[in-house]
């Protein structure tokens, strides 16, 4: 028998896919608690907490003696256009912006729509703090005493467990433990990589992941990217046979910062694709556990059956981001991973490797988890319809399966780094497009984060930055009027 968590949950999360896809239509009523648990199979006490969870999520409605109702989503938004990035390789160059958006996401004078962090309110930090200080009674002696590479067995085991949800059956001796993701990646990159080598990756892509590529002398081949399906493997194809790449990076599952998820079908071809070139994909798969469905968490290296897919990934998005602990599996690189991570940064601090294998081995994860997606997927849907009702005219903003970032396409008028500076100077943060590509592109485009703080200063604050570039826009039209003029005699 199901615990009741897992029963109300799965009757929530089937009724909220339902909304989503649009089989239940917005303002449709919904079935009567009592017939809903007979079509279900459950109590009816588990399906008013499924119920009340959807309204939490702002999803469905009480109506006082009529019952539930689908409450309204946002208008429809045309999503970006899949992108277009140049057919060479170039060198990386990251200005100051992304540097001024990491402090300023964090600067509590300001209302920050630009970091890709989760609120701490989302997350149990009771049972976090209670795991940590069991963490130090029972291995109190580890404060005490260096820790060494690859990490703790326990967290790799927990870790190797918590991968079979992703479809992978990882090896625990291949997993090493990092400071992070972005520490995997890096340690990934040199392993299979040497300074002026090209890396395929996404476009736009996270500016992090831009970062790891300046800081090692990589050059960044850009892959024209969907907003929803993800990286164009045909084009990676042909780029794979015209140019010399020596490794590709991805993030196949909510990719940052479109929310794209690979088809299936696509990442079994992306993972035979890399081994009949014999070049590693790193695979970054921090997001996975917030896809709203099992097919989207699938990891590319669940149909890896040669070691070419290396996978990058933390819990810092979905577990505990204050334990800062992350892991790769670099497939046949392994060796090579590991070396470079003992002569560089060691071990981590093994009482939190213990903590996060405990907190990764408890029971009731999945309800965590459900309640997490379904909480960041109402926050979503609220920002989308804050963007259809407050930007310019024109604009599109992608629709992700789950995960807490919105990319927006704004008028072509509206220049997004002045739309930064414009923002700054109110003390509100978003994350400019021109970050997020090689070469100048995506100017005219913004991230937002939309997984911290929320309420209504910051709603309030996003109808500004919508109003702030309808201005941007009408102030370029009429610039653009006046050039049209005939000068005056």
């Not at 927990?158 to 340690?187: M, Y």
């Not at 892959?223 to 990286?231: A, D, L, V």
């Not at 090689?438 to 919508?466: K, Q, S």
Request: aromatic share 6%; with cysteine; charged share 25%.
């Amino acid at each position: 028998m199901q615990p009741l968590d897992t029963l109300y949950l799965r009757v929530a999360d089937a009724i909220a896919a339902s909304v989503r896809a649009g089989t239940l239509a917005r303002a449709e009523r919904l079935p009567s608690i009592r017939e809903t648990a007979r079509r279900e199979g459950v109590s009816v006490a588990t399906v008013i907490q499924a119920y009340r969870t959807l309204e939490d999520a702002r999803l469905i409605e009480a109506r006082p003696r009529s019952g539930y109702y689908v409450c309204a989503r946002p208008p429809s938004v045309p999503e970006p256009e899949p992108s277009r990035p140049p057919a060479d390789a170039v060198e990386v160059e990251l200005g100051r912006i992304g540097a001024d958006i990491v402090r300023l996401a964090h600067d509590p004078r300001f209302i920050s729509f630009g970091a890709a962090c989760p609120s701490e309110a989302l997350f149990d930090q009771d049972r976090i703090r209670r795991t940590v200080s069991r963490a130090v009674q029972r291995h109190r002696g580890s404060l005490t005493s260096y820790t060494v590479s690859p990490g703790r067995i326990e967290l790799r085991r927990a870790i190797a467990r918590h991968a079979l949800a992703w479809g992978c059956a990882l090896d625990v001796r291949r997993i090493a433990i990092t400071n992070g993701c972005i520490e995997s990646v890096t340690l990934a990159l040199r392993a299979a990589t040497r300074p002026g080598d090209v890396v395929a990756i996404e476009s736009p892509t996270y500016f992090g992941l831009l970062g790891i590529l300046e800081s090692l002398h990589l050059r960044a081949l850009a892959i024209p990217t969907h907003p929803r399906s993800g990286m164009s493997v045909d084009a990676l194809r042909l780029a794979l046979e015209t140019q010399p790449v020596r490794a590709v990076l991805s993030v196949p599952t909510l990719s940052n910062p479109l929310g794209a998820c690979l088809p299936t079908t696509e990442r079994r071809r992306l993972a035979q694709l890399v081994a009949e070139h014999d070049i590693p994909l790193i695979e970054d798969v921090i997001y996975n556990d917030l896809a709203e469905s099992d097919e989207r968490r699938r990891a590319v290296k669940a149909f890896d059956s040669t070691g070419h897919v290396m996978v990058c990934g933390s819990f810092t998005k979905t577990v505990a981001p204050g334990l800062r602990l992350g892991f790769i599996d670099g497939g046949r690189w392994s060796d090579r991973v590991q070396a470079l991570k003992a002569s560089t940064s060691g071990g981590q601090t093994a009482v939190l490797e213990f903590a996060l294998a405990d907190l990764l081995m408890q029971p009731g994860h999945e309800s965590a988890y459900r309640h997490l997606r379904a909480t960041i997927a109402a926050r979503v849907d609220e920002a989308r319809g804050l963007v259809a009702e407050h930007f310019p005219r024109g604009t599109r903003v992608t629709d992700p399966p789950g995960g807490f970032i919105l990319w927006v396409e704004l008028p072509g008028a509206v220049d997004s780094v002045r739309l930064f500076h414009a923002c700054r100077a109110e003390r509100i943060c978003i994350a400019p497009g021109v970050i997020f590509g090689t070469g100048n592109r995506y100017r005219h485009c913004v991230r937002l984060g939309v997984g911290g703080a929320w309420g209504e200063p910051y709603r309030a604050a996003l109808a500004r930055v919508g109003a702030i570039a309808a201005g941007l826009q009408s102030r370029a039209s009429s610039r653009e009027a006046a050039a049209d003029q005939p000068a005056l005699a």
